[in-house]
C-alpha cells in the first residue's frame, strides 16, 4: 500500500501568531499617526495661546497710549482667532476702544454682551447710555441711565449725564436732583458751574 501523504498544516498558534502580525503593524502605524496629529494639534494650540496674549498685551498697551486704532486691530485678532469674545472683560475693553474710535454701532453690541456676560456688571448700562449718546439716540441713552441709577444710585456717570439730558430739556428741577449725587466729587465740580449758574438765573427770573 502506497504512503499517503501527510499534508502539513500550520499549527494553529502560528496560524494566529502570523494573522495578528500585519494587524499589529497597521495598528502601531495608526497609534504613531494618531499620537503625530496629536501632538501637532498640541503646537497649534500652544502657538495661538501664546499669539493670543501677545495679541492681548499688545491691545492693552496700544489702548493704554491711546492708540484706540491699533487695540482694536488686536482685539479683533483675538476675536477672530481666539476664545476671548466669551469674557465680560474683553466686550468692556471692545467697546471702549469702539466708543474711542467713533464705531458706536460696535460699541453698543460689545456693552450689550457685556451686559449679558456680566448679568449687568456695575457702569455696564452707563457705558452702554455713553455709546447710545454719542449716537446721538438720546432716549435710548436715558433709558440706561435710568437702569444703571436704578441698580447703583450713586454711579456718577449716570447720574451726570442724565442732570444733563434734563438740563437741556429745562427740566431744572430733575437735574439738580442728579447732579447734586456728584456735586461732591472734585472731577464733576468745576463741570457743573456751567450748569448750576444757568440753573440759578432761571429759577430767580421767574
Known amino acids: 500500500m502506497a504512503r499517503k501523504e501527510r499534508t502539513k498544516q500550520t499549527p494553529p498558534v502560528q496560524a494566529a501568531q502570523q494573522t495578528s ?53 488686536h482685539y479683533k485678532w483675538l476675536e477672530e482667532k481666539t476664545e476671548a469674545a466669551k469674557s465680560a472683560t474683553f466686550n468692556l475693553e471692545m467697546g471702549n476702544v469702539c466708543l474711542s474710535i467713533g464705531r458706536y454701532d460696535d ?24 455709546a447710545y449718546l454719542r449716537k446721538g439716540d438720546k432716549e435710548s441713552a436715558k433709558e440706561n441711565f435710568l437702569r444703571e441709577v436704578e441698580a447703583n444710585p450713586l454711579d456718577p456717570v449716570a447720574n451726570f449725564y442724565l442732570g444733563d439730558l434734563f438740563f437741556k430739556e429745562k427740566k431744572y428741577q430733575d437735574a439738580t436732583a442728579y447732579f ?27
Open 21 to 73: 502580525a500585519p494587524h499589529e503593524i497597521f495598528t502601531a502605524k495608526r497609534l504613531i499617526v494618531m499620537f503625530g496629529l496629536l501632538e501637532c494639534l498640541i503646537l497649534i494650540l500652544m502657538f495661538y495661546s501664546s499669539h493670543g496674549r501677545w495679541h492681548m498685551y499688545r491691545a492693552k498697551a496700544a489702548a493704554n497710549r491711546r492708540d484706540y486704532q491699533t487695540a482694536f486691530k
Open 180 to 206: 447734586s449725587r456728584v456735586a461732591y466729587l472734585p472731577d464733576y465740580r468745576n463741570r457743573l458751574k456751567p450748569y448750576w449758574d444757568t440753573i440759578e438765573k432761571e429759577v430767580l427770573s421767574r
Open 107 to 130: 460699541a453698543i453690541g460689545y456693552y450689550t454682551e457685556l451686559i449679558k456676560k456680566s448679568d449687568g456688571q456695575k457702569g455696564s448700562y452707563s457705558s452702554l447710555g455713553v
